[in-house]
């Protein structure tokens, strides 16, 4: 199938991994938060929060994630080539990636949280 027909079926299905990949990303730095707070007290607001996400060593095991929605908004962004089923293959991957490296801090920590929350198990 040409890539240009092939590309109107990888956007949505692209915009879905997306859309699901934020919704746990927000749940993980929910429970993270939640742990964070329990020993140094309460994060005062957005702001100080997206600066502890980027910055503090207690969420330093979400940036592969997060570097994984980046490239799929960069994806989804791109104007010089239409998608292709390769670029889906390519983050489902990455994904797994991250998931089966057992002893890296997110597949560690990723794991804990999806057995200790229903809302981040049913994600």
Do not use: C, N
């Amino acid at each position: 199938m040409p890539q240009e027909l092939t590309s109107g079926f990888v956007r949505p299905k692209l915009d879905r991994v997306a859309e699901r990949l934020r919704i746990v990303h927000r749940l993980l730095i929910d429970q993270s938060k939640r742990e964070y707070e329990r020993t140094r007290g309460p994060v005062k607001g957005p702001y100080a929060l997206f600066a502890l996400v980027a910055q503090d060593p207690h969420f330093a095991w979400l940036q592969p994630l997060t570097r994984l929605m980046v490239d799929i908004d960069d994806l989804l962004d791109r104007k010089d080539k239409p998608l292709a089923k390769a670029d889906l293959d390519e983050v489902r991957s990455r994904f797994e990636a991250l998931l089966a490296a057992r002893t890296e801090p997110f597949s560690i920590r990723y794991l804990d949280f999806m057995h200790a929350s229903p809302d981040v198990a049913a994600e």
